[in-house]
């Protein structure tokens, strides 16, 4: 399995699972509150075993792990339900200032996260993604563009998701919220292919990599 396909899968079972705990414990007569608590630290099990795998602990590892903490304090300690609802909201903005923040950092996010994904598979003799980012500038601005429509299409996304929070009957939420997720990321799908295509960046021929071919 591919990184992205298995990227994705792990998506999917911790979306989905903390979603449906949420709705059995619901069912069974669980207030919302303890609800929201023990379905919140489902997607701990993947990062954790992710982390015990690697043993070396990567960005995007990191970066989960801290999510992963935080929304677990924050649903032990806060009491207020649509708080609770809230926070992935408030998390998903820190996420996109992340984003905007990394855009004029060495390595911006955008870089780092696919890095995993296309690392092998581009360039004219699939060289090493630290090679294209010293030699090409225009790649270098490729994912600093990109970082900057992530971290514009998450806080968009989390304006939508603290609306959804504090506007919709409590028990309907999770369930929008999870296909928000899914609506996102196919929206998010499109705009970057929309903008990365055009760039000739899976273009081994394109000028992108004029340099590089005549090295």
Same mark, same amino acid.
């Given at each position: 399995?591919?990184? *992205?396909?298995?990227?994705?899968?792990?998506?999917?079972?911790?979306?989905?699972?903390?979603? %449906?705990? #949420?709705?059995?414990?619901? %069912?069974?007569? /669980?207030?919302?509150?303890? %609800?929201?608590?023990?379905?919140?630290?489902?997607? =701990?099990?993947?990062?954790?075993?992710?982390?015990? *795998?690697?043993?070396?602990?990567?960005?995007?590892?990191? #970066?989960?792990?801290?999510?992963?903490?935080?929304?677990? +304090?924050?649903?032990?300690? /806060?009491?207020?339900? *649509?708080?609770?609802?809230?926070?992935?909201?408030?998390?998903? +903005?820190?996420?996109?200032?992340?984003?905007?923040?990394? +855009?004029? =950092?060495?390595?911006?996010?955008?870089? @780092?996260?696919?890095?995993?994904?296309?690392?092998?598979?581009? =360039?004219?003799?699939?060289?090493?993604?630290?090679?294209?980012?010293? *030699? $090409?500038?225009?790649?270098?601005?490729?994912?600093?563009? !990109?970082?900057?429509?992530?971290? @514009? =299409?998450?806080? $968009?996304? !989390?304006?939508?998701?603290?609306?959804? !929070?504090?506007?919709?009957?409590?028990?309907?939420?999770?369930?929008?919220?999870?296909?928000?997720?899914? @609506?996102?990321?196919?929206?998010?799908? @499109?705009?970057?292919?929309?903008?990365?295509?055009?760039?000739?960046? #899976?273009?081994?021929?394109?000028?992108?990599?004029?340099?590089?071919?005549?090295?």
């Amino acid at each position: 399995m591919s990184v *992205r396909s298995r990227g994705l899968l792990t998506l999917a079972v911790d979306v989905g699972l903390t979603v %449906a705990l #949420y709705y059995v414990l619901r %069912a069974s007569g /669980v207030e919302a509150h303890t %609800a929201f608590v023990i379905s919140s630290f489902v997607p =701990g099990v993947s990062v954790v075993s992710d982390l015990v *795998r690697r043993r070396r602990p990567d960005r995007l590892g990191l #970066y989960m792990t801290a999510m992963m903490l935080a929304s677990a +304090a924050v649903s032990v300690l /806060v009491d207020d339900p *649509r708080l609770l609802l809230a926070k992935d909201g408030w998390f998903t +903005a820190a996420g996109g200032l992340w984003f905007l923040v990394s +855009a004029r =950092g060495e390595r911006p996010l955008a870089f @780092v996260f696919t890095r995993f994904v296309l690392e092998g598979r581009i =360039g004219p003799n699939r060289e090493s993604w630290d090679v294209l980012w010293e *030699r $090409l500038p225009a790649f270098r601005r490729i994912w600093r563009v !990109a970082s900057v429509m992530w971290g @514009v =299409g998450l806080l $968009l996304d !989390a304006v939508v998701r603290i609306v959804i !929070a504090y506007a919709l009957p409590i028990d309907a939420v999770p369930g929008v919220n999870t296909a928000q997720y899914i @609506v996102f990321l196919l929206l998010m799908q @499109v705009a970057m292919n929309v903008y990365l295509v055009p760039t000739g960046i #899976y273009n081994r021929w394109s000028p992108l990599y004029a340099v590089l071919r005549s090295t």
